[in-house]
């Protein structure tokens, strides 16, 4: 997949392209369709599938002291549409330039005459450009105008409960997973849901209770429901080799800490991980976080923890294969709307 960051970058193809436009944060499975949507059109042609995107996300451009709320780094969201299946991922810097720009300059500036767009594909409540003064109406009569074609995707209704009825949104993921429903969050987005970052150094403490962890500082990144999880560990810098354990999410109330930290500790793992860069996937809920009397009691809890954490791992239900990253030649050979 190659990667444009600016609008000085872009090439129009000779040949044209088709291009979803969109965040596309947590590349949900409505956002599946969008970009599944598009790229059946762009084999029909024979052109390129392209995402158009922009970074950082508008409404930190707009509220910058708003808490972490991004479902997927940009790295992660990469790494998902890459997988997918695009050829081409357009990021658009959100600066105040963007921002100020017209719905109808970007049309032609960006998708005309930097793209050479044959058809658009977008979302039923895509809105662009200046004040959000931009679109399914604008990119309508556009197109005809300027010769590209649109599709817009209605909503895609969720068959997940508690959620049935409801369409698949960002913001419902991030619910889900405020609520500590990880394994509902998974299920909304088609993917398992996880943080990413380096291994920090930290108080070395688990190791000396028997239990030694990597811990990972949060970033900007929704924070789910402090408390205990099942998870998986993927090691980024080891080839992607994946490894069960259980993490604690949140402030370590027996030691009096003020700053959240995911801790992960490893099942049947020796080895050094500082400084490596890990991908940690929320499989489920355990339990809420608590304050513990001494060390003895926190021993007995996080080795029952570990129990629990190899039984939910073990249950067919939360098998990895069970999600496994969307691909566009499944989503074409399974329909419009395989969920």
Not at 143 to 165: H, K, N, Q, T
Not at 179 to 194: E, P, S
Not at 239 to 257: E, Q, S, Y
Request: net charge negative.
């Amino acid at each position: 997949m190659r990667i444009f960051r600016h609008i000085s970058e872009l090439t129009a193809a000779p040949g044209g392209t088709v291009a979803a436009l969109g965040n596309f944060d947590g590349f949900h499975r409505g956002h599946q369709v969008v970009i599944g949507e598009t790229g059946r059109i762009a084999r029909d042609m024979g052109v390129p599938l392209t995402v158009v995107v922009t970074e950082p996300h508008p409404v930190r451009f707009f509220k910058p002291d708003l808490p972490p709320f991004r479902l997927t780094p940009f790295r992660e969201r990469a790494s998902l549409l890459e997988t997918f299946g695009v050829d081409q991922l357009v990021v658009l810097p959100f600066d105040a330039e963007l921002a100020g720009m017209a719905a109808q300059d970007f049309v032609l500036d960006v998708l005309v005459d930097g793209l050479n767009v044959l058809h658009v594909c977008v979302g039923y409540d895509y809105r662009f450009g200046k004040g959000r003064g931009g679109g399914v109406d604008v990119l309508g009569w556009m197109g005809e105008m300027e010769g590209f074609g649109l599709s817009v995707i209605d909503p895609v209704r969720i068959a997940v409960a508690p959620y049935e009825r409801e369409s698949y949104s960002s913001s419902l993921v991030r619910r889900a997973l405020q609520n500590g429903q990880a394994r509902i969050a998974a299920d909304l987005l088609g993917h398992w849901w996880g943080l990413s970052g380096r291994v920090i150094r930290g108080d070395r403490r688990g190791r000396t209770i028997g239990f030694p962890t990597a811990n990972i500082a949060l970033g900007d990144t929704v924070i789910p429901r402090f408390g205990v999880y099942a998870v998986r560990v993927v090691m980024e810098d080891d080839g992607g080799r994946v490894c069960d354990g259980v993490a604690n999410l949140g402030m370590r109330p027996t030691f009096d800490k003020v700053d959240p930290l995911l801790e992960v500790h490893l099942f049947d793992f020796q080895g050094d991980l500082y400084e490596t860069h890990l991908r940690v996937e929320f499989v489920d809920f355990l339990r809420s976080e608590r304050k513990f009397d001494g060390l003895e009691a926190l021993k007995t809890q996080i080795a029952a923890d570990c129990t629990a954490a190899r039984d939910r791992l073990a249950a067919p239900v939360n098998a990895r294969e069970q999600l496994r990253r969307p691909r566009l030649d499944a989503y074409l050979e399974g329909g419009s709307k395989p969920f």
